[in-house]
């Protein structure tokens, strides 16, 4: 079970739990131009991936063997990072587990530093969540993913689940397929009859229970973002 740390060219985390995901990481993968901000914190990336236009060559050069250049100008760096940790660390592709070489294993991929400063990558990143539980079923290979920042958690489902979350926890839904229904067990306001044709339909609700349980009347992308 190994844990992954990816860490984009967000804002950087000031509390001690995104801090300690990294510290605790096996594997540290910097995308792109978040390596001047790991060498200001003595820290030593194995990989530094990306199309690599946010790094100067010298900087580069004090990582023999570990930059992994991506020119595809198609995806962002978060999402090329996150290629690389699926074959790379897991042994899997995407189209739901497809091998790439290697025995999988299950673990954990946290993103770190992915959000503040622009709120159009911080919404994109967002979003990726749940392209990438949806191309790689990550919850069928027993991987965890989430995106964690100094104020939240986020994570993505692709069908019902149970979340162990902690009463009185903040929790907001969101999900691109407005024909989804979402029955709900352990929320304050329950979403039975919420209909998903705008972002904020499901926000700003709270957990009453330890635990809460989101039964989906379809299998369909969900954003959760625990507070």
């Avoid at 790439?100 to 159009?120: K, N, V």
């Avoid at 995106?147 to 999900?175: I, K």
Wanted: include cysteine; aromatic fraction near 8%; proline fraction near 6%.
């Amino acid at each position: 079970m190994k844990s992954v740390a990816i860490v984009c060219n967000g804002q950087f985390p000031r509390t001690e739990y995104p801090r300690y995901l990294l510290r605790s990481a096996d594997v540290v993968v910097c995308c792109d131009g978040a390596l001047q901000t790991l060498e200001k914190r003595g820290i030593v990336p194995d990989v530094v991936i990306g199309d690599l236009d946010s790094v100067c060559g010298r900087a580069l050069k004090r990582f023999p063997g570990r930059v992994v250049r991506v020119d595809d100008q198609e995806t962002n760096d978060l999402t090329k990072a996150f290629r690389w940790v699926m074959g790379q660390v897991f042994g899997t592709g995407p189209t739901a587990g497809e091998p790439a070489g290697l025995p999988a294993e299950g673990g954990s991929i946290h993103i770190l530093a992915a959000t503040g400063y622009r709120e159009d990558h911080t919404l994109g990143n967002l979003a990726l969540l749940m392209e990438f539980e949806r191309q790689y079923d990550l919850s069928g290979q027993g991987i965890s993913l989430d995106l964690v920042s100094d104020y939240t958690t986020a994570l993505a489902l692709s069908d019902s689940a149970t979340l162990d979350v902690g009463e009185g926890r903040p929790v907001s839904l969101f999900t691109p397929d407005p024909s989804l229904q979402i029955r709900s067990e352990g929320l304050q306001w329950p979403t039975d009859g919420v209909r998903f044709d705008n972002w904020w339909k499901a926000t700003l609700n709270r957990a009453s229970a330890d635990r809460i349980t989101l039964a989906l009347s379809h299998p369909a992308p969900v954003l959760v973002i625990l507070g």
